[in-house]
């Protein structure tokens, strides 16, 4: 069964015919939003990138807008945040690296205690794909 102005195309319907007839005559009215299916499937992907973000992340993790997590890298001696008194909530020792707090790392280096690191920002799946690397020094 066919209904007028939509067209069946491989088991879904899609609007075709009226469309844009509908669009030129309440466009613009101010109750109506027009959203396109591309603009929902980004906000859809965020919102789940923000949730799955907020039930993974660490104490010292910074969840942003965009549901990605930030956090600080280092190569410094685990032992080093020891001596200086880190609370071990705000870091993570990792098989050759050290992760933190990115404001705690980025304190660290101004203050002298640590000599190289890096903020990173990243996807919070299983593969943790890295949108972004800002090296500090």
């Known amino acids: 069964m066919q209904e007028e102005g939509f067209e069946r ?11 844009h007839e509908i669009l030129d005559v309440m466009g613009d009215h101010p109750k ?8 929902k499937d980004a906000a859809q992907h965020r919102n789940r990138l923000e949730r799955m973000a907020r039930n993974v992340r660490r104490p010292f993790d910074e969840v942003t807008d965009d549901g990605t997590i930030i956090y600080g890298k280092t190569w410094a001696d685990p032992e080093r945040f020891a001596e200086l008194g880190v ?5 993570a020792v990792k ?6 707090a990115w404001w705690l790392l980025e304190e660290m280096l101004e203050e002298g205690d640590l ?3 890096e903020i990173v920002e990243q996807h919070p799946t299983v593969d943790g794909t890295v949108v972004e690397r800002t090296p500090l020094a």
């Open 9 to 19: 195309k491989e088991g879904h319907m899609s609007a075709v015919e009226g469309s």
């Open 32 to 39: 109506v939003y027009f959203c396109t299916s591309v603009f």
């Open 87 to 91: 609370p071990e909530e705000f870091y």
């Open 95 to 100: 098989s050759s690296h050290v992760e933190l």
């Open 115 to 117: 000599e190289e690191g």
